[in-house]
């Protein structure tokens, strides 16, 4: 018997980011999207734990317990006090540290899947309490849809999005390490008197209405600056998908991937097309939003 579940990537459509905490952390106003990127995870009873990854970058997934999947086995094991002894293996198809929650995703994916394979029946609130533990970003894999992240992402507010957007994603060459992102903006912010985070009112009207042209207008991500500083070829990636006809362009999350928001399908493919073929980045997708969280398949 085995359970697979499949779980979403995501965009952040705005990103505002507070000052430092205490405790390390920031403060966010998160706007997440689900987009139609999915990975699969699947849950097989085993002798002990373990992990195996397949797809693009696998080579890049760790594959011991520092896994956000074996993570969110144990958790969930731990809790019930059950035994952990599954594999689980992880089809990946969301880029591998590209700022679009991949690994927050898996996370989300082996909390479901093992829950119904060991029918612990967890409530709703107790799955997004144990994504909180995870990470800032798995309790929006876990719901999908789009929802404002606020604290350091983890708590949710669910958002009316009003209609299809299209998406043409292009990723880089090798990660971006997220917290080395988030150091780069402390660094570039020392000094700076940063607002608190809000989210944008326009913005949401614009996701409530399914307007593409005034979500366009009002992306945002207080972590591109960071990001194209420390990965300046980037620039260029956001340049050529503009000049090709996208209504927008940005930084997904931490990056390294680009996130171009078009007028419709026909459009989106031909930003991907001039993508692929301006040498600028490593592979392109082209996808919709928004897409439901994790489901059982």
Known sequence: MSVTVRVPAKVNVQLAVGGARPDGF?????????????????????????VTCS???????????????ARAA?????????????????????????GMAGGSADGAGALVACDALWGTHA????????????????PFSLVGGAALGTGRGEKLTPLEVGGTFHWVF??????????????????????VGIPEPTASEELLTALA???????????????????????????DTLAEGRAAG????????????????????????TVARALRESGTCRSVRVTTGPAAGATVL
């Open 74 to 98: 144990l958790a969930l094991a731990e809790r019930h006090g059950l035994d952990p002894a599954v594999h689980l293996h992880i089809t990946k198809d969301i880029p591998v540290a590209g």
């Open 26 to 50: 920031h403060d966010l106003a998160n706007v997440f999207l689900a987009v139609g990127l999915y990975d699969e995870i699947t849950v097989t009873p085993a002798e002990e734990l373990s």
């Open 170 to 191: 292009a990723t880089a060459d090798g990660g971006l390490s997220t917290p080395a992102v988030y150091r780069e903006f402390d660094r570039l912010t020392e000094g």
């Open 209 to 235: 209405k399914g307007d593409v042209n005034a979500l366009a207008a009002t992306l945002s991500n207080d972590l591109q600056p960071a990001a194209l500083s420390l990965r300046p070829s980037l620039a």
């Open 123 to 138: 409530s709703r609130e107790e799955l997004l309490d144990i994504c909180a533990e995870l990470g800032s970003d798995v």
């Open 246 to 269: 996208a209504l927008a362009g940005l930084v997904s999350g931490s990056g390294p991937t680009t996130a171009f928001l078009a007028a419709d399908a026909e459009s989106a493919q």
């Open 55 to 69: 797809g693009p970058d696998a080579g890049q997934v760790p594959l011991d317990r520092t896994n956000l999947a």
